[in-house]
């Protein structure tokens, strides 16, 4: 079946970086849109970022906008989240999801499939 590992998830203090990865396995990975989505307990899952399937297009909430960049590496079945200046608000599980039809991408029910999560906890 098709998995998404995620990776890269630590604790770190405000204001410094993490990058996320996660790889995919056992889908044709150059024809999925992929996001990144983050989740607190209680709370409902929210979006984080975007790219389409050729890395020509990526969304971002405004939240992490100028913080944070999604990116791909089709070869590699590896799509990225470099997080900047992280805040503690930042504090979340950070999942990666896949796409394949044309749809909104910061909605998280149009996605086929998520990873398990990776932690991300950022100390004031």
């Known amino acids: 079946q098709v998995q998404l590992v995620e990776s890269g998830g630590g604790l770190v203090q405000a204001g410094g970086s993490l990058r996320l990865s996660c790889v995919a396995s056992r889908l044709t990975f150059s024809r999925y849109n992929m996001g990144w989505f983050r989740q607190v307990p209680g709370k409902e899952r929210e979006f984080v970022a975007a790219?389409?399937?050729?890395?020509?297009?990526?969304y971002y909430a405004d939240s992490v906008k100028g913080r944070f960049t999604i990116s791909r590496a089709n070869s590699k079945n590896t799509v990225y989240l470099q997080m900047n200046t992280l805040k503690p608000e930042d504090t979340a599980v950070y999942y990666c999801a896949a796409d394949l039809r044309p749809s909104i991408p910061t909605v998280a029910s149009t996605y086929d499939y998520w990873g398990q999560g990776t932690q991300v906890t950022v100390s004031s």
């Open positions: 790219i389409n399937w050729s890395g020509e297009s990526t």
